[in-house]
Structure formats: structure tokens, C-alpha cells
Nanobody
């Protein structure tokens, strides 16, 4: 089992940067593909999926980015520290959301239901 804890969220002005962290516990952290998803305000309704942001393979061999953030974010991980990161640059007000990290065995994926473990989320607010 993997337990995840996100951190690094906060309030930032448009154009600014933030680095989110996702700390995992458990010896099997490095066996899992990881991803970031987000839920914007007012979208946490039944049937409303979290929006895919980025995903990374267990060995960092491959990364995948959502269209809305491509070119502005980087996902990376340090298995020695059981931690995954999301570096976000050129932030926009529409990036305001709760950001969640997820973990799953098997290939990385952009569908939230495919992930087995989730953190509690960290709030990112971008002011205009």
C-alpha cells in the first residue's frame, strides 16, 4: 500500500511559479506510476472527473502532460526520496484548483479511476 501527501500549494500571482511535492510512504513507491490531477472550484460534482495534469512512469522513462498545461509544467520524481514533484511555471488564473497526486501499479494513465492511491490534495490559487 502507498500513502501520499501533497504539499507546496499556495497563492501566487499570474505568471508566477510553484513546485508541488507528493511524498509517498511504503517500500513499493518506486513500483508505481504516478500522476497529478486537479479539481477546479465548482467542479467536484458526481461524474465530474478530475482533470489530468501530468503523469510519469515508475522509472521516469516517460512523461505525459495534459493539453492545458503542456509547455508550462514539468513532472519528475526521486524514488530515493519517495517523492514526486510538479514544477509549474507561467501560472494562469485558470490553473486555480486543488491538485491531487495519484499512484497506480502498471503503466501511467490519464484516467483518474485507474489510480489506486490518492493524497488529500493541495490548493493552488492563481490571482490575476
Amino acid at each position: 500500500q502507498v500513502q501520499l501527501v501533497e504539499s507546496g500549494g499556495g497563492l501566487v500571482q499570474a505568471g508566477g511559479s510553484l513546485r508541488l511535492s507528493c511524498a509517498g510512504s511504503g517500500r513499493s513507491f518506486s513500483d508505481h506510476s504516478m500522476a497529478w490531477f486537479r479539481q477546479a472550484p465548482g467542479t467536484a460534482a458526481p461524474g465530474k472527473e478530475r482533470e489530468f495534469v501530468a503523469a510519469i512512469a515508475w522509472n521516469s522513462a516517460n512523461m505525459w502532460y495534459g493539453d492545458s498545461v503542456k509547455g508550462r509544467v514539468s513532472i519528475f520524481r526521486d524514488n530515493g526520496k519517495n517523492t514526486m514533484y510538479l514544477q509549474m511555471n507561467s501560472l494562469k488564473p485558470e490553473d486555480t484548483a486543488v491538485y491531487y497526486c495519484g499512484a497506480r501499479r502498471g503503466a501511467y494513465n490519464n484516467i483518474p479511476d485507474r489510480y489506486d492511491y490518492w493524497g488529500q490534495g493541495t490548493q493552488v490559487t492563481v490571482s490575476s
